[in-house]
């Protein structure tokens, strides 16, 4: 079972012997950028079931790696990056909805009169809607475009003779916020079945994994059983995510419609659900989260910020992380 350590660390790309840190961190840009343009292209050609979820992990990827590694980036190209990523990453979240609503309804054999005949025929529609919309945004052109920011924003990762430190340090500092909100995250939704609080933890170990993966590529050892933790988690978060809005959908349905008959459907989902979230506390324990108190996970979020070079950190760095650890935990006035 892993535990939570101070020693926890990943190896830095800049200290990797004989090798430019920059140079590294450039291969890696190429990589996620490469993986994008394949996604894409099997989106456009219709090749897999799975190529909607790989495009939106592809922009996810890098994403983070802009983020991830900001230190060493030109802001104003970096955040024309994001932007052009954030909204084909959205575009693309519509349509994946409801091709898992799809997929999760095709899974049971349903009898031609079963009243969920009819929401699955309506839900099929849908999803070849959004689906059609999302591929406007693969025209040629526009991804053109989105490509042409990405690469404009990792410009600035020139090889040289020196790695910038600054940029490593804020980088490792970025990964280990994120690592204490993800785990003061789970803890509060491992206690208690909320949906916002379901939804903030699934967010935060999303990020904190992206986020490992960005700046340090997978590797053997403790590592490596962290990653795939945090993947199970993940995993079980989606599941409970995907059962709950699939439950809203149906219960909709009947109700604007008067469609009777779909209670048992509800009651499969739920026991889904229920199930999902089980798994998600016993795989919390792997994460070795315990009791924190708002305080705690306050001084958990300053340490790593404090140790980072902070020159060239923005001013709102310490406000931000203590706000989000905040609305986490449920003592924030926003909550």
Known sequence: MLRR???????????????????????????????????AARVQEAEDAG??????????????????????LDPRPRTAALRGLRRLRRCMG???????HVARLERTAWDHDDPAT???????????????RALKRLRPERLRRL???????????????????????RARAHVSELRAVALAAVESAAAREDEWLLRQARLAV?????????????????????????????DALGAIRDRAALIGLIERHARMRSVPGLQPLIEALKAEK??????????????????????????????????????????????????????LLGTGAGR
């Open 5 to 39: 350590s101070s020693a926890w660390s990943l190896a830095d790309p800049m200290d990797e012997a004989g090798q430019d840190g920059k140079a590294l961190v450039k291969k890696r840009f190429t990589q996620r950028l490469a993986a994008l343009v394949s996604a």
């Open 51 to 72: 190529a909607l979820h790989d495009l939106r992990v592809s922009t996810r990827t890098l994403e983070a790696m802009l983020r991830t590694w900001a230190g060493l």
């Open 94 to 100: 519509a349509a994946r909805v409801f091709e898992a």
């Open 118 to 132: 009819a929401l699955l025929h309506r839900l099929r529609i849908k999803s070849s809607r959004r689906t059609a």
């Open 147 to 169: 490509l042409a920011r990405v690469e404009a924003a990792t410009s600035s990762l020139r090889s040289g003779p020196v790695a910038d430190p600054d940029g490593s340090a």
């Open 206 to 234: 999303r990020n904190w994994r992206h986020a490992m993966d960005a700046f340090a590529p997978p590797a053997d050892g403790p590592s490596a059983d962290l990653r795939s933790a945090l993947r199970q988690v993940q």
């Open 274 to 327: 229920r199930a999902a979230f089980q798994r998600f506390q016993s795989l919390a324990g792997a994460l070795g989260v315990r009791s924190l108190t708002a305080a705690t996970a306050l001084r958990a979020l300053r340490r790593p910020v404090a140790r980072a070079v902070t020159r060239t950190a923005p001013a709102s760095t310490d406000e931000r992380w203590e706000r989000m650890a905040q609305w």
